[in-house]
């Protein structure tokens, strides 16, 4: 699976932004995706999946904030994030995901991701 993360910018603390990512080479209406972030000095962490029968889980410090979804159709998955904090500010990335002994890890290889910065 290859994946192109866009969407990211510069928004003020409680603003929303819309991350996307496109999908190609693969079937990806059978993969369960996943969004991750890493902010600098930091390692990489999951924040949102959704299954392939769109079952969707959080990390805590999201819950009630970002909404992730998917569009099979246009194989591409989406995060909607609302009321951001600065903490938020990381590089955002897709990437297939599989869950196994109740943990998420990544399939395919990290595209560049997509800069979210939350600043006043």
């Known amino acids: 699976v290859q994946l192109q993360a866009c969407g990211g910018g510069l928004v003020q603390p409680g603003g929303s932004l819309r991350l996307s990512c496109v999908a190609s080479?693969?079937?990806?209406?059978?993969?369960?995706m996943g969004w991750y972030r890493q902010a600098p000095g930091k390692q990489r962490e999951l924040v949102a999946t959704i299954t392939s029968v769109y079952t969707t889980n959080y990390a805590d410090s999201v819950k009630g904030r970002f909404a992730i979804f998917r569009d099979n159709a246009k194989k591409s998955v989406y995060l909607q994030m609302n009321s951001l904090k600065p903490e938020d500010t990381a590089i955002y990335y897709c990437?297939?995901?599989?869950?196994?002994?109740?943990?998420?890890?990544?399939?395919?290889?990290w595209g560049q991701g997509t800069q979210v910065t939350v600043s006043s």
């Open positions: 080479g693969s079937i990806f209406s059978i993969n369960d």
């Open positions: 990437n297939a995901v599989r869950k196994s002994s109740g943990s998420y890890y990544p399939l395919g290889s």
